[in-house]
């Protein structure tokens, strides 16, 4: 039997294909595909074949035949200019050699101290909120993400350290990201990513000086990366550091921001379930103690809706992959050259896997009912050996700022129409405005407990019976 190669969907334009529709609205594009041929089909984005598949299944195959008959460098191209070449966008020997030093900066120890400078960080801003007010939560969560990331990986003095224009530059860069120009064209946006670029490296590079001539003094993540031996031996030099440092806040920063985003407002969408998060909150989470490991632990209803909101609203909604030996999907065989994606907009909502899955219903992940327990079901997180290493780094951050903000605040979504607004770096909502009101603290725990804290110097607490006081004044 002679295999074929998968069918091509419709539309599409001479020349560019449908490269087009695939930036402007890929949603459509894989669900039309989808409809019109099943789980594989082709399409064109300017000379580039591409096929696109659906399912767990198929899936699979694409994860685990990463670094074997597919290579997963190639399509991440477009990000080298800007992150430099390091975990997918470096080549399969040097990733290979550098995954000591990833697996190191991720290891379960280490979680306990970027659990508690999420709980810092997120208290601050909620502090930083006043009484009441309005708050787009799709900006704040940029924000607030950026804060944890300063001080989960640099540690508590990361303001004074990275400085206040560390930020912009990063901004510039990603506004920079263009998959389909070549990236060194002489546009103003480009030059403004190599400006920026330089200036980050002057600064990290001098982080990274301080803590070689005092590592002692250190216990970070630059300090991590430049003691982990590497699979070789050797050790990442100083600009390979700089590149392992911008990968991960590429990697990690939008995508949380803009999934926590849409948590809140899938939440707020949905009060009969965020009520049993309330609940939930009210059971596990002590104001003014932190959250630990163990509550979060505990916060089971919180992490079945960030599973919901990865499957309804990943913020990777696609990864893709070049093909570097034929491979067999289906009946189909891919040919070497042809680029293969997942699609998200379709593998999340099959209905032989998940039930009315337009549906917001967290409690489909219980036990009970256990759905989209194949691993490679839900492809917001990717899948197999590259697989996001920060994933529950991810999570539990949302899950602190989920808790935290529905423990001390009353909060109506006012925004009526949120949008999937698409990325190059990743996907999030548009605006996603919220009016607030701060609990009283009476409400949230006794007066002894508030009494000691204040007295004991508990900075938030302080705030918080500050601005209360305030309010009350007016
Ligand atoms: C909601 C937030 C996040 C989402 C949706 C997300 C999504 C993904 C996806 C889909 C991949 C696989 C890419 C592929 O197979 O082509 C990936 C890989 C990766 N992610 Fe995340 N990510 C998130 C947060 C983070 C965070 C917070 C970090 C680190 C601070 C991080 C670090 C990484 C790294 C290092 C890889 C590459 C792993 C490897 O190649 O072995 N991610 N992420």
């Known amino acids: 039997m002679t295999s074929t190669v998968p069918p091509m969907v419709s539309g599409g334009y001479p020349v560019v294909g449908h490269l087009f529709e695939m930036l402007r609205d890929r949603e459509s594009l894989f669900k039309r595909g989808y409809a019109e041929h099943g789980d594989v089909f082709t399409m064109k984005l300017g000379p580039q074949q591409v096929a696109v598949i659906t399912g767990a299944d198929y899936n699979q195959e694409m994860y685990t035949q990463t670094d074997k008959a597919l290579n997963m460098q190639d399509g991440y191209s477009f990000l080298k200019e800007s992150i430099g070449e390091v975990l997918f966008t470096a080549s399969k020997e040097a990733y290979y050699n550098q995954r000591p030093a990833l697996m190191q900066v991720f290891r379960r120890e280490r979680m306990v101290d970027y659990i508690q400078a999420m709980n810092i960080e997120v208290q601050r801003w ?139 407002a899938l939440l707020l969408q949905h009060p009969d379930y965020l009520d049993l998060v309330k609940t939930e909150i009210h059971e596990h989470v002590t104001y003014g103690q932190p959250i630990d490991a163990g509550v979060l632990h505990d916060l089971t209803h919180i992490y079945y809706a960030i599973d919901e909101t990865t499957r309804m609203r990943p913020s990777a909604d696609t990864q893709i992959r070049t093909v570097e030996a034929p491979i067999m999907i289906g009946e189909y065989e891919i040919p070497v050259g042809w680029r293969m994606m997942v699609s998200s907009a379709t593998s999340h909502f099959k209905t032989d896997v998940f039930e009315n899955p337009y549906e917001f219903d967290p409690l489909r992940y219980s036990p009970e009912r256990g759905e989209g327990k194949n691993p490679f079901a839900i492809v917001g997180f990717g899948g197999g050996i590259h697989k996001c290493t920060g994933m529950n780094f991810a999570k539990n951050e949302m899950a602190v700022i989920t808790s935290l903000f529905f423990q001390q605040f009353q909060a109506e979504l006012l925004s009526d129409d949120i949008q999937v607004v698409s990325g190059n770096g990743a996907n999030h909502p548009s605006e996603v405005r919220v009016r607030y009101q701060r609990k009283p603290l009476s409400k949230l725990t006794d007066a002894n407990t508030i009494r000691e804290g204040v007295e004991g110097g508990c900075p938030h607490m302080q705030q918080h019976a500050a601005t209360e006081a305030a309010t009350e004044q007016e």
């Open 126 to 264: 909620l502090d930083s909120l006043g009484q009441m007010g309005e708050v787009d939560i799709t900006q704040a969560m940029l924000h607030l993400t950026q804060a944890v990331a300063g001080r989960a990986f640099i540690g508590p003095d990361y303001e004074e350290e990275l400085g206040p224009e560390f930020w912009e530059h990063y901004g510039a860069i990603s506004a920079s990201l263009d998959p389909v120009l070549p990236p060194n064209l002489p546009l103003p946006k480009f030059r403004r990513r190599d400006q920026a670029k330089k200036k980050i490296n002057e600064k990290l590079n001098s982080l990274i000086q301080k803590r070689r001539e005092h590592p002692e003094q250190y216990d970070d993540l630059i300090t991590t990366l430049l003691t982990t031996p590497l699979k070789d031996g050797s050790i990442l030099p100083d600009d390979t550091i700089v590149t392992m440092f911008m990968g991960l806040i590429f990697a990690g920063h939008e995508t949380t921001a803009g999934q926590a985003a849409w948590l809140i």
